[in-house]
């Protein structure tokens, strides 16, 4: 059974910063690459994306400049340094994971196999 750990949410106020984390477990081959969130009645957003490698990484208009994605292959971790926090992040953060090491990008849920079980980030104003 794959499991995807994610951490870090919590309750912050605006301008202020928070580093999520996601690490993967489990004998299944599990990669986490990617960010996404959902609010209260919203469709799930992509957030960021990175590839194995760390090589290259995509980053939604929406938090660019704000949002860094970055990776620890040797702990197979992906994570999200989200700064300057404003009232209309607040979400449920979910890790995604894939089962390749290729070198791909892709802000398509569909795309991914598998699929944390949230964490929330709340920004108070």
């Known amino acids: 059974q794959v499991q995807l750990v994610e951490s870090g949410g919590g309750l912050v106020q605006a301008g202020g910063s928070l580093r999520l984390s996601c690490a993967a477990s489990?004998?299944?081959?599990?990669?986490?690459k990617a960010w996404f969130r959902q609010a209260i009645g919203k469709e799930r957003e992509f957030i960021a994306t990175i590839t194995w490698s760390g090589g290259s990484a995509y980053v939604a208009n929406s938090v660019k400049g704000r949002f860094t994605i970055s990776r620890d292959n040797a702990k197979n971790t992906v994570y999200l340094q989200m700064n300057s926090l404003k009232p209309e992040d607040t979400a449920v953060y979910y890790c995604?994971?894939?089962?390749?090491?290729?070198?791909?990008?892709?802000?398509?849920?569909?795309?991914?196999?598998?699929w944390g079980q949230g964490t929330q980030v709340t920004v108070s104003s």
């Open positions: 489990g004998r299944t081959s599990s990669y986490p």
């Open positions: 995604a994971a894939d089962r390749s090491t290729s070198p791909s990008l892709s802000q398509f849920s569909w795309q991914y196999d598998y």
